[in-house]
C-alpha cells in the first residue's frame, strides 16, 4: 500500500504480510522503496519510508536484516487477537476476509 503523508512531504510505502518475518520481505518492501523513489518522489519530498508488518517476528532477525539498511524502515508485528474489542468489531475477521479472497478470479 502506498500512502502520501501531505504535512510531511514524504511516501509510505506498507507491505502487509500474515506470517512470520523473513529477511526477504525486506527486500521486496526496499524495492519496493526505491521505485516510489525513482519514479513518484519529487526534489521537495523528504524521505520515503517502508514499514512491514508481519504476524510476527524474531527481534534479532529483524535487527540483522535491517542493519545496513540506507532506507528507513520499521517492522512491526500484530495479530487480530491482540486489536481490542472496539476495533475487532470494525475489522473483518480471518474468516470473512478468507471467504472474500477465495471469491477473487484466479490469475492464471
Known amino acids: 500500500m502506498l500512502f502520501f ?3 510531511q512531504l514524504r511516501y ?3 507491505e502487509l504480510k500474515t506470517g512470520r518475518f523473513q529477511p526477504e520481505y525486506a527486500g ?3 524495492f519496493y522503496v526505491a ?3 525513482d519514479v513518484l518522489k519529487r526534489d521537495a519530498h523528504n524521505e ?3 514499514i512491514l ?3 510476527s517476528k524474531n527481534d ?3 535487527r540483522y536484516t535491517l542493519g545496513r539498511s540506507a532506507s528507513p524502515m520499521a517492522v512491526s508485528a500484530y495479530t487480530y487477537e491482540q486489536l481490542s474489542a472496539e476495533d475487532r468489531s470494525l475489522v473483518p475477521g480471518v474468516d470473512k476476509l478468507t471467504a472474500a479472497m477465495d471469491q477473487l478470479p484466479d490469475d492464471g
Open 35 to 37: 521505485v516510489v523513489d
Open 60 to 62: 534479532h532477525t529483524v
Open 5 to 7: 503523508h501531505v504535512e
Open 48 to 50: 520515503t519510508v517502508g
Open 53 to 55: 508488518i508481519c504476524g
Open 28 to 30: 521486496k518492501l526496499n
Open 12 to 14: 509510505y510505502v506498507f
